[in-house]
């Protein structure tokens, strides 16, 4: 079945630079640390295909994509936060779309060729978007391994965490392990705390690197 | 179970949920957790809230200042415009004749002007001249 792209905000919709600013004045530190938590995962889950350093700067770009009309916000519809989450997860995933990795094995010189327009191309350019190169990976399983050892004598986090890995969303995870919601809740808010007290931010490509 | 993931699939799996269970975090949990990372919840709140409202007004000066820079680009243009007001009093009679009977320029016509035959020479090139900068006459080849 085809999927229809999203409908645009109507004109008369769209929330003007006025109430834009109204929004952001009402929201609350709450919702702030929030935001800012969510940016920061995002930059941390994108490493090196972030087009920027820090958290915020993604939530700055999806406030100017607002500004500038590239995405609107219907106010009547969708909460301001919950506008924001939306714009940076879509800015985010498209880094990771049209990321291109900047350097290149010495000995792949050897495999470029030039097609018929002038373009230069290797045979590997393909493999490589799907590849992560070996210091990534190293640093992969290191933080893997770090999770893995915060959480050895907590069977509740490991299980959840055994679950994520598998790609379950949060109410596949509580059918999976019978998990109550306050339990999961519970368990997740255990994990999310020292995971971040522990530092672990696999975020190779941009000097930002807590991993040591 | 999760044996044909890479390390990096993995991880990323973790680190998303972790990301999205922010969202479902309470605003307790939330202030909580910034003070144990050792944040200032408000201060950090009012630093962000300033930052982007600074972005917002740039973005207003922007816009404006490019408004006005087109207008003045419009003006310009008008000075410039060459009319495509005939000469003589009679071809201009004929010519805001023919303009006031065209139903797509009604809404530039005020009732007075419909009055052709109580317009002076005057008036009818006057207002000839104003159509033309609104770019409703035809510019002279």
Redesign the interface.
Known sequence: MATKPPRRVPDQAAATPEEIAAAIEELTPADWGRLGKFANSRIRLLGPKAECEAGEDLLQLALTSLLEDIRRWNKAKVRFPDFLVGAMRSISSNWAKSYKPEHVAVLEADLRRENEEGRIFSPLDAVREQRPDAEQRMRDKQILEQVDALFKDDEQAQMVLMAWQDGCDPPAVRELWNLSQKEYNTVVRRIRRQVDAAGLMPNSGKGKTNVQ | ??NK?????????????????????S?????E??R??G?D??A??AR??A???A???A??QR?LAAAQAGYRSRLEQVDRKPYAVPKTPAARRELFSFVIQQPQYAQYVTAQYRDLENLTDNDIESYLQDLAELGILPTPE
């Open positions: 179970m999760s993931k890479t390390d990096q699939e993995k991880l990323d799996a973790i680190m998303e949920a972790l990301g999205d269970s922010v969202l479902e975090a605003d307790d949990e939330i202030i957790e910034l144990l990372a944040v919840p408000d950090e709140a962000l809230k930052k982007m409202l972005t917002v007004k973005f207003r816009a």
